[in-house]
């Protein structure tokens, strides 16, 4: 299994990102993937999961309106989305997966991407 992020950046405040997971070594089918991110200092945070048995699931209260996840099966990738930054997302964004349903907890999570760092200037 693997996973590579992609996308990460620098943006002003209010600007948008999209980044992505491409994945490969397991049938989307039978997993879920998730996005984490973790800011310094502080423990990393569940904020989106996409599986095909559940569509996609919300774990941070502050993205909803603004981070959306999507799958593109063709590509075997799965892409956040993320509209309106702000500088209090600034971390490093991980994309992970595991088989069966989602789950907003890392440990959760047996596989994991390398990190993009996604950076939001006031």
């Known amino acids: 299994v693997q996973l590579v992020e992609s996308g990460g950046g620098l943006v002003q405040a209010g600007g948008s990102l999209r980044l992505s997971c491409a994945f490969s070594g397991f049938t989307f089918d039978d997993y879920a993937i998730a996005w984490f991110r973790q800011a310094p200092g502080k423990e990393r945070e569940g904020i989106l999961c996409?599986?095909?048995?559940?569509?996609?699931?919300y774990y941070e209260d502050s993205v909803k309106g603004r981070f959306t996840i999507s799958s593109d099966n063709t590509k075997n990738t799965v892409n956040l989305q993320m509209n309106n930054l702000r500088p209090d997302d600034t971390a490093v964004y991980y994309c992970?997966?595991?088989?069966?349903?989602?789950?907003?907890?890392?440990?959760?999570?047996?596989?994991w991407g390398q990190g993009a760092q996604v950076t939001v200037s006031s």
């Open positions: 996409i599986s095909t048995s559940e569509g996609s699931r």
């Open positions: 992970a997966s595991n088989e069966g349903r989602c789950s907003g907890w890392y440990r959760t999570y047996a596989y």
